[in-house]
């Protein structure tokens, strides 16, 4: 009986044995390849239910969304003063702007502050017609400000006023 106890536990063993040596391939480096297939075939599947969810939600936005019409700035002739901005074309032409950029700076100097020289902004204590930071002495004088204002503009175009 210990015999076949024994004969039997064997047996078992070796069945577990063959059975586990088949489960898994002899060669590591193509085990190592096949898990990589089975990595990259997940991650793939990931990315194609990523996609189809975004393109989904594209087309739930298009539905539901009114398209953005952006309009240019208004052109100003050379001519001309009086704006919604108090007037400062004259100025900034005085202070070196080019004729191509003063429409785009009379809109920064409304959206900045309401053509208000000495508008101080409270919490950055930006300056002036064209908010001017860091606050530089003289900056509440319209002139001054529109010169430091083009020395920005020369530097880095409109990007200190978001471009």
Excluded at 2 to 27: D, E, F, H, I, Y
Excluded at 34 to 44: D, G, L, N, T, Y
Excluded at 61 to 90: C, E
Excluded at 121 to 132: D, E, F, K, R, V
């Amino acid at each position: 009986m210990k015999k076949l106890l024994s004969l039997g536990t064997v047996a078992l063993v070796a069945l577990a044995m063959g059975v586990s040596a088949n489960a898994a391939p002899t060669n590591p480096y193509a085990y190592t390849l096949e898990r990589k297939a089975e990595w990259q075939a997940k991650r793939i599947r990931q990315l194609e239910d990523r996609r189809e969810y975004l393109h989904r939600y594209i087309r739930h936005l298009r539905k539901t969304t009114t398209p953005i019409v952006r309009q240019a700035a208004p052109s100003t002739p050379a001519t001309t003063t009086t704006t919604s901005s108090g007037g400062w074309a004259d100025e900034l032409r005085a202070a070196g702007f080019p004729e191509s950029a003063i429409p785009h700076m009379l809109y920064i100097i409304q959206r900045e502050s309401g053509g208000n020289p000495s508008a101080i902004n409270p919490s950055s204590q930006a300056c002036g017609l064209t908010q001017i930071y860091p606050y530089v002495p003289g900056c509440l004088d319209p002139m001054t400000n529109l010169r430091l204002a083009f020395q920005k503009y020369q530097a880095s175009g409109f990007a200190p006023w978001g471009g």
